[in-house]
T-cell receptor, first 115, second 118 residues
Framework: ELKVEQNPLFLSMQEGKNYTIYCNYS?????LYWYRQDPGKSLESLFV?????AVKQEGRLMASLDTKARLSTLHITAAVHDLSATYFC???????????????FGTGTRLQVFP | DAGVIQSPRHEVTEMGQEVTLRCKPI?????LFWYRQTMMRGLELLIY????????DSGMPEDRFSAKMPNASFSTLKIQPSEPRDSAVYFC????????????????FGPGTRLTVT
């Protein structure tokens, strides 16, 4: 059974600081997704990582994937208050089967950025 | 497109009552998903459909839960009878294959239905 773990679960950081959120998963997968959820809102897709070594960047967020280590990171550079949200990674569970779309979500990391 | 549409947005009901949640996926998307989100269990996949056919319902918690997709533009998730532990936010999502490199599915989430069972 595919398991996806994120750490930390909660992150309180000061504006201007850098930090990294980690996403570990238990079995091989070629596709990893990052989502953002604002309080009381739905999930919004941030990044899709499709291969070992893939790196995607948008503004102050950068995501990377190491399929050999089964690890993805979401790095936050010079955090600002607007980044406060919960961030989820999700792993495609269909690697060993035919090409379906079944994602297993991590526990989420609740990020709070304060002045 | 208006995105994934869910109704109602909020539902408050008494234990034992039947609850029906509705979802309209994005036109042209061939997968539809039902998720449940709670503080204790996080985001759980309940069931998903491909071209209106249920593919995997292993996440449906028990027989009180059922889901249907009678056509490509409509799906329901029904709970009968409802219990207080069913209180959660229920999300519907739909997805489309995106070409580029090896390709991938992009899931789009609806706004969710907040269900409270008293």
């Amino acid at each position: 059974e595919l398991k996806v773990e994120q750490n930390p679960l909660f992150l309180s950081m000061q504006e201007g600081k850098n930090y990294t959120i980690y996403c570990n998963y238990s079995t091989t997968s070629d596709r990893l997704y990052w989502y953002r959820q604002d309080p009381g809102k739905s999930l919004e897709s941030l990044f899709v990582l499709l291969s070992n070594g893939a790196v995607k960047q948008e503004g102050r967020l950068m995501a990377s994937l190491d399929t050999k280590a089964r690890l993805s990171t979401l790095h936050i550079t010079a955090a600002v208050h607007d980044l406060s949200a919960t961030y989820f990674c999700a792993v495609d569970a269909s690697h060993f089967k035919y090409n379906t779309d079944k994602l297993i979500f991590g526990t989420g990391t609740r990020l709070q950025v304060f002045p | 497109d208006a995105g994934v549409i869910q109704s109602p947005r909020h539902e408050v009901t008494e234990m034992g009552q039947e609850v029906t949640l509705r979802c309209k996926p994005i036109s042209g998307h061939d997968y539809l998903f039902w998720y449940r989100q709670t503080m204790m269990r996080g985001l759980e996949l309940l069931i998903y459909f491909n071209n209106n056919v249920p593919i995997d319902d292993s996440g449906m918690p028990e027989d009180r839960f059922s889901a249907k997709m009678p056509n490509a533009s409509f799906s329901t998730l029904k709970i009968q009878p409802s219990e207080p532990r069913d209180s959660a936010v229920y999300f519907c999502a739909s997805s489309l294959w995106v070409w580029g490199g090896d390709g991938f599915y992009e899931q789009y989430f609806g706004p969710g239905t907040r269900l409270t069972v008293t």
